[in-house]
């Protein structure tokens, strides 16, 4: 079975804090992706990453940034998080070549106070 | 600029009934389409999927309806359960690397 994992189900932080948000997924796969969702608005893509050190900006990349040092591993940054922030964050994987099945993690709902 | 329109934004039928829930594109460039289910506290999980090139896709109680002229498709739930009721997103995707535009999302109750 696919697994793919996120480091926080819940996190709370405080404005101007810089957030991590790390996923990481077991089956070798090479496109990796970071929603957010919100009510009403479903989910929206913030960044993707399609190998290792490489990204390409989504729908809505303002106030983020990411990292892909390793495959399995991809991390979403707030640099200075901001209360428009809060949301659910969710991770993403997909194999190259494979059955077109997005395998999303479980989510990790970000408060900013 | 909201690429997948979506609706209804919420949906209640009785046991057995058909929900239909319904979305629209705009870009023509998109040649796949997903559904996707999300029960609370789980991530999404792909229910079933269509391309441009069919009309129409059954998995088991769930079927696609695609009219590509118009820019739209459709999912239909067979004989609908309570263990239905859960969120449903469609979305599109264009390319290789399957960067998905998702639509609002549709909230599903089933009554018993």
């Known amino acids: 079975d696919v697994k793919v994992t996120q480091s926080s189900r819940y996190l709370v932080k405080r404005t101007g804090e810089k957030v991590f948000l790390e996923c990481v997924q077991d089956?070798?796969?090479?496109?990796m992706f970071w929603y957010r969702q919100d009510p009403g608005l479903g989910l929206r893509l913030i960044y993707f990453?399609?190998?290792?050190?490489?990204?390409e900006k989504g729908d809505i990349p303002e106030g983020y940034s990411v990292s892909r040092e390793k495959k399995e591993r991809f991390s979403l940054i707030l640099e200075s998080a901001s209360t428009n922030q809060t949301s659910m964050y969710l991770c993403?994987?997909?194999?190259?070549?494979?059955?077109?099945?997005?395998?999303f993690g479980p989510g990790t709902r970000l408060t900013v106070l | 600029q909201q690429q997948v329109k979506q609706s209804p934004q919420s949906l209640i039928v009785q046991k057995g009934g058909i929900p239909i829930i319904n979305c629209a594109y705009e870009?023509?460039?998109?040649?796949?389409f997903p559904w996707y289910q999300q029960f609370p506290g789980k991530g999404p999980a792909l229910l079933i999927a269509?391309?441009?090139?069919?009309s129409e896709k059954k998995e088991g109680r769930f079927t696609i309806s695609f009219n590509k002229s118009a820019k739209q498709f459709s999912l239909h739930i067979m004989d609908s359960q309570p263990g239905d009721s859960a969120t449903y997103f469609c979305?599109?995707?264009?390319?290789?690397?399957?960067?998905?535009?998702f639509g609002s999302g549709t909230r599903l109750q089933v009554q018993p």
């Open positions: 993403a994987s997909f194999p190259v070549g494979g059955t077109d099945t997005q395998y």
């Open positions: 089956m070798d796969h090479e496109n």
């Open positions: 990453s399609y190998d290792v050190k490489m990204k």
């Open positions: 870009n023509t460039a998109f040649d796949y």
């Open positions: 269509i391309r441009p090139d069919v």
């Open positions: 979305a599109a995707s264009k390319g290789g690397r399957r960067a998905l535009t």
